[in-house]
């Protein structure tokens, strides 16, 4: 079975402090991404990366910055958390079948970031 | 910017009525996906439409992308309290490994 994880849930924190997502996937998946999904503008692309060390801007990238060192890790970073960042943060991987993509994404439960 | 805007952003229906999601945009996708999202999870894909004018079923989820592949609907028979959840449509960007994600739209069914 598929499995996309995500180190935590909920997340507090303080405005200005650094703050990083982590996110594994056990699929040997070769694209991943990070989305912010918030009500009533769906989800939007932060960044992707097609391979390790790979990563592209997606649509909202200011304020935000990407890791991935691993082909099953892919980490969204902070640099200094604004209180207009608290959302729903969404991980996904897909196999990565060329472009287009027509492959499934496979999302993560979510990470709730409350920035105060 | 591609934009995918779906309609109605809310709906609130009794067990058995009928129902229609519409996903619109003015740019063209190779592809349109449709996933559901329950609360406290990730979206699950439901299904992928690649041809202009494709019809595919899924027992009572009916999917149909337009012949331009500028816009898709979902109709759903005889709705269930399953079926509650947030539906979203993905529009696969040509040039690149990106999906344009629709605002979704929030079903509720009332037993």
């Known amino acids: 079975d598929v499995k996309v994880t995500q180190s935590s849930r909920y997340l507090v924190k303080r405005t200005g402090e650094k703050v990083f997502l982590e996110c594994v996937q056990d699929?040997?998946?070769?694209?991943m991404f990070w989305y912010r999904q918030d009500p009533g503008l769906g989800l939007r692309l932060i960044y992707f990366?097609?391979?390790?060390?790979?990563?592209e801007k997606g649509d909202i990238p200011e304020g935000y910055s990407v890791s991935r060192e691993k082909k099953e890790r892919f980490s969204l970073i902070l640099e200094s958390a604004s209180t207009n960042q608290t959302s729903m943060y969404l991980c996904?991987?897909?196999?990565?079948?060329?472009?287009?993509?027509?492959?499934?994404?496979?999302f993560g439960p979510g990470t709730r970031l409350t920035v105060l | 910017t591609q934009l995918l805007e779906q309609s109605p952003q809310f709906l609130s229906i009794q067990e058995g009525e009928n129902l229609t999601v519409y996903c619109n945009s003015s740019s063209v996708f190779s592809s349109l996906q449709w996933y559901r999202q329950e609360p406290g999870e990730g979206p699950v894909l439901l299904v992928t439409?690649?041809?202009?004018?494709e019809v595919k079923k899924l027992k009572r989820l009916t999917f149909q992308f337009g012949d331009a592949r500028k816009d898709s609907s979902l109709h759903i028979t005889a709705a269930q309290t399953g079926d509650t959840g947030l539906y979203l449509c993905a529009g696969a960007d040509s040039g690149t490994y990106k999906y344009i994600f629709g605002t979704g739209t929030r079903l509720k069914v009332l037993a």
């Open positions: 990366s097609y391979d390790v060390k790979m990563k």
């Open positions: 439409v690649v041809t202009g004018g």
């Open positions: 699929m040997d998946h070769e694209n």
């Open positions: 996904a991987s897909s196999l990565g079948t060329g472009v287009p993509p027509t492959d499934t994404q496979y």
